[in-house]
């Protein structure tokens, strides 16, 4: 009887650990509104790289020399990608990526995914075809994931980080 009783408030202690293990439901901390006024924001912030209108693109930046864009570098020493601080350096990139030649954004806007992480920042990430001649590219257009940290300064959301990654070719299937 003693081995049933321990076996049971063992398993009673296992599962009431379990239990108080298990987080809490996840709660949005942004509402649908503020997820799609981030979302509108996105598209503006796509249409201003497309037109190249460098000064709207920098007011859509937080203005902090913790800002941060990743992208492509034209500089062997940084490697191939790289990230720039603060607005000055975001600026510039920006203005030399813009003025190599054509550059088109496509985000595929059925994909866009924006969740608040607090009630002051929120996460986008969107799949975007890119078609760009700088540092090396081509003009052709390549697939690239754009993954944006949004910041709320005062009423306005602001791009904290802006990552662009290359999306690597699939493997060649071997025979």
């Known amino acids: 009887m003693y081995k049933t009783l321990f076996a049971a408030a063992t398993a009673l202690t296992f599962s009431a650990g379990s239990l108080a293990a298990t987080p809490a439901a996840y709660k949005e901390p942004l509402n649908a509104q503020t997820l799609n006024t981030i979302k509108s924001e996105f598209g503006s912030l796509m249409e201003l790289a497309n037109r190249h209108d460098f000064k709207a693109l920098h007011e ?49 806007y059925s994909k866009l995914k924006v969740v608040g992480l607090t009630r002051d920042i929120a996460q986008s990430y969107a799949p975007v075809n890119i078609t760009v001649s700088y540092a090396g590219q081509d003009g052709t257009p390549k697939p690239f994931l754009m993954i944006i940290n949004w910041i709320k300064i005062r009423k306005d959301w602001k791009v904290a980080s802006e990552i662009i990654l290359p999306v690597p070719p699939a493997p060649v299937a071997k025979s």
Do not use: T
């Open 60 to 108: 859509m930046f937080w203005q902090s020399p913790s800002a941060l864009l990743v992208a492509k570098s034209a500089i062997p020493a940084e490697g191939n990608w790289a990230g720039v601080w603060g607005n000055e350096a975001i600026d510039q990139k920006l203005h030399d990526i813009g003025s190599s030649g054509p550059v088109v954004l496509r985000p595929d």
